[in-house]
């Protein structure tokens, strides 16, 4: 994965060349290279053009993952996790956040 100016990309082997994405945006876009370094200066420079097209149109670009999750839940496990974020001593997003940080963390 890359990382650039908040945005993320993903990349994989195709043919003896790297190809790429940019994730979690409704628009699309892709870069490619020879080498996992051209590959990485592909993805700078493609969103780099993205943000100077959407300037240029006058549009906001579209961002990565803002760190918001609607979430549905049963009001039973609602109430069964609330009640466990406030005998961890923690608001229930923040009993929550932990839960998932600790997922995302194992391999």
Not at 7 to 30: C, K, M, N, Q, S
Not at 34 to 45: L, S
Not at 72 to 88: D, F, K, M
């Amino acid at each position: 994965m890359l990382e650039y100016k908040g945005y993320v990309g993903t990349v994989e082997p195709d043919e003896g060349a790297f190809i790429g994405r940019v994730v979690g945006l409704r628009d699309v876009i892709t870069f490619e290279g020879e080498t996992y370094r051209e590959v990485e200066q592909a993805f700078r420079d493609s969103i780099d053009d993205y943000l100077a097209f959407c300037a240029e149109r006058g549009e906001q670009p579209d961002r990565t993952f803002k760190g918001r999750i609607p979430l549905r839940l049963t009001p039973e496990v609602h109430r069964r996790a609330a009640a466990r974020a406030e005998a961890e001593g923690l608001s229930l997003n923040q009993w929550i956040a932990k839960r998932i940080e600790a997922a995302v963390a194992r391999p």
